[in-house]
C-alpha cells in the first residue's frame, strides 16, 4: 500500500521568499513520487516527478524537489515566489511509474503577497 | 495539441437524473482514469481502464459506471444522481513509460 501525507492545506509566502511544500510518502517498495500543480479552473499539469535516476529533481517555473529516503520526504521548493505560482501542489506516489494509479496527497493551496 | 478533452464542462442535475461524462484522448495512451476533486479531499480515484476492453474500481466507485468504448475514449455515468456526487470530474490518461499522468480541464457537476 501506499500513501502521501501533505501537512497543512494552506501556505501564505510573500512575493521572494522561499517556497517549502512539504510531502511525506510510505510506500513498500521504491516510489516514483510527483508533484502536480493545478492552477484555478484548470487541470492538474506536472511539475517534476522523481524515477529513481537522481536525488535532486529540477522542474518547470523554477521548482525543484529532493528525495530523501530516510526521511521518506520528497518536499517541493523555491527560491523565490512570484504571484503567478499562487495555485494548488499535489504530491503523488506511484509504486512502478507506468500505468499504474498514482494515489495523491490532498493537496496544498500557496497563496503569494505582494 | 488537444491531449485529453471533456466534455461537458459545467452540469447541472436534478437529484436522480442520469448524465454521462465523455472523454478522450489523442494520445494513444493505454490507460485512463477518472478521478473526482473535493474541496480538502484531493483527488480520488472512482475507476481505471489499464487497456482497452478492462474497467477497475478505484477508491470511490460507488453510484458510477463506466465504458472504455475504444482506445481513446472512456465515459463516466451515474445512473441515478445524488447531491454526494456533487464534485469536480477528471479525466486523465498515463503515458505508458512515464507514468505520467495527463487531465482534462474538468467537469463541474452540481446535483441539486
Known amino acids: 500500500a501506499q500513501s502521501v501525507t501533505q501537512l497543512g492545506s494552506h501556505v501564505s509566502v510573500s512575493e521572494g521568499a522561499l517556497v517549502l511544500l512539504r510531502c511525506n510518502y510510505s510506500s513498500s517498495v521504491p516510489p516514483y513520487l510527483f508533484w502536480y500543480v493545478q492552477y484555478p479552473n484548470q487541470g492538474l499539469q506536472l511539475l517534476l516527478k522523481?524515477?529513481?535516476?537522481?536525488?535532486l529533481v529540477k522542474g518547470i517555473n523554477g521548482f525543484e524537489a529532493e528525495f530523501k529516503k530516510s526521511e521518506t520526504s520528497f518536499h517541493l521548493t523555491k527560491p523565490s515566489a512570484h504571484m503567478s505560482d499562487a495555485a494548488e501542489y499535489f504530491c503523488?506516489?506511484?509504486?512502478?511509474?507506468?500505468?499504474?494509479?498514482?494515489?495523491f496527497g490532498k493537496g496544498i493551496t500557496l497563496s503569494v503577497r505582494p | 495539441n488537444a491531449g485529453v478533452t471533456q466534455t461537458p464542462k459545467f452540469q447541472v442535475l436534478k437529484t436522480g437524473q442520469s448524465m454521462t461524462l465523455q472523454c478522450a484522448q489523442d494520445m494513444n495512451h493505454n490507460s485512463m482514469y477518472w478521478y473526482r476533486q473535493d474541496p480538502g479531499m484531493g483527488l480520488r480515484l472512482i475507476y481505471y481502464s489499464a487497456s482497452e476492453g478492462t474497467t477497475d474500481k478505484g477508491e470511490v466507485p460507488n453510484g458510477y459506471n463506466v465504458s472504455r468504448l475504444n482506445k481513446r475514449e472512456f465515459s463516466l455515468r451515474l445512473e441515478s444522481a445524488a447531491p454526494s456526487q456533487t464534485s469536480v470530474y477528471f479525466c486523465?490518461?498515463?503515458?505508458?513509460?512515464?507514468?505520467?499522468?495527463?487531465f482534462g480541464e474538468g467537469s463541474r457537476l452540481t446535483v441539486l
Open positions: 522523481y524515477t529513481s535516476a537522481a536525488t
Open positions: 503523488a506516489v506511484s509504486p512502478t511509474g507506468a500505468n499504474s494509479k498514482l494515489t
Open positions: 486523465a490518461s498515463i503515458g505508458d513509460f512515464t507514468g505520467e499522468l495527463f
